[in-house]
């Protein structure tokens, strides 16, 4: 199995940047596909972005397309998110997922995902 660690999140003023980080450990890390999923309180997990084993292939939710960027480093084990122009309803904590997969199909549901992050608390004050 593979070990899911998040960093990088933080207080940001509406319209700010942050970019998280998730280094992953255990297993091949170019086998998984990734994705970033968020949780404010009283919500559902949601889906917010993924990416394929190779970084060739990347989707978005569509409250953050345009905004957020998600990238991998597969010599150095870890995916990120970059966002930008954040906003106060980007207040959650934001989770890091792996699947062992090299197929094409996007994952964008919490259950595609076997394996989880710890997650990391993100707040953007209005």
């Known amino acids: 199995q593979v070990q899911l660690v998040e960093s990088g999140g933080g207080l940001v003023q509406a319209g700010g940047s942050l970019r998280l980080s998730c280094a992953a450990s255990?297993?091949?890390?170019?086998?998984?596909?990734m994705g970033w999923f968020r949780q404010a309180p009283g919500k559902e997990r949601e889906f917010v972005t993924g990416i394929n084993w190779s970084g060739s292939s990347t989707y978005y939710a569509d409250s953050v397309a345009g905004r957020f960027t998600i990238s991998r480093d597969n010599a150095k084990n870890t995916v990120y998110l970059q966002m930008n122009s954040l906003k106060p309803e980007d207040t959650a904590v934001y989770y890091c997922?792996?699947?062992?997969?090299?197929?094409?199909?996007?994952?964008?549901?919490?259950?595609?995902?076997?394996?989880w992050g710890q997650g990391t608390q993100v707040t953007v004050s209005s």
């Open positions: 255990g297993r091949t890390f170019s086998n998984y596909a």
């Open positions: 997922a792996a699947q062992n997969t090299r197929l094409g199909a996007r994952l964008s549901t919490w259950y595609e995902y076997d394996y």
